[in-house]
Antibody
């Protein structure tokens, strides 16, 4: 059974750094794409970017390019989303999603709630 | 960037009724790379339809997708209580970003 299990909720201050994770199981980690989706409070879904762990091919939405970094560690079947300097506007739930195609999220993590507040 | 506009914003229907949700793209979506997702409160989205009309694994027959080019539709033939949720379309055209529509909420009338 394919599972994506995300790290727990985070509460951070503006300017702090953060790295959240998405651990995959039930399939060959290097053969599926994993992407990240933001959902701000009470809002819709926003596509942030995606990575293919097999060769680290990474693509970003222009809205998020330079604001976040997507990476993956094949040795532990885990994808990451990280910020170097958080803003209050980064407060949201972040979902990882994945599947054999980069164009569709067949499987989803449970979401990680990130709260940024002074 | 391709913009997806979903309508209506909210659909108020009763169980057993038919739901028709629309998703319009600002440019043609290549090779029908159009997907639909369902999201219930407090849950992650779930894939319903991909390739505009192919059902994902385990999705009931009452869900169907259609359309091409710039106009796509998700139809729920007879609403069950568990179908009241928010539905998003997503396009995956030639290059990222592969954007979502703003969502349609199907609520109990």
């Amino acid at each position: 059974e394919v599972q994506l299990v995300q790290s727990g909720a985070e509460v951070k201050k503006p300017g702090e750094s953060l790295k959240i994770s998405c651990k995959a199981s039930g399939y060959s980690f290097t053969s599926y794409w994993i992407g990240w989706v933001r959902q701000m409070p009470g809002k819709g879904l926003e596509w942030m970017g995606i990575i293919y762990p097999g060769d680290s091919d990474t693509r970003y939405s222009p809205s998020f390019q330079g604001q976040v970094t997507i990476s993956a560690d094949k040795s532990i079947s885990t994808a990451y989303l990280q910020w170097s300097s958080l803003k209050a506007s980064d407060t949201a739930i972040y979902y990882c999603g994945g599947g054999p195609s980069p164009t569709v999220f067949d499987y989803w993590g449970q979401g990680t709630r990130v709260t940024v507040s002074s | 960037e391709i913009v997806l506009t979903q309508s209506p914003g909210t659909l108020s229907l009763s169980p057993g009724e038919r739901a028709t949700l629309s998703c319009r793209a600002s440019q043609s979506v290549s090779s029908n790379y159009l997907a639909w997702y369902q999201q219930k409160p407090g849950q992650a989205p779930r894939l319903l339809i991909y390739g505009a009309s192919s059902k994902a694994t385990g999705i009931p027959d009452r869900f169907s997708g259609s359309g091409s080019g710039t106009d796509f539709t998700l139809t729920i033939s007879r609403l069950e209580p568990e179908d009241f949720a928010v539905y998003y379309c997503q396009q995956s055209g030639r290059s990222p970003p592969w954007t979502f529509g703003q969502g349609t909420k199907v609520e109990v009338k």
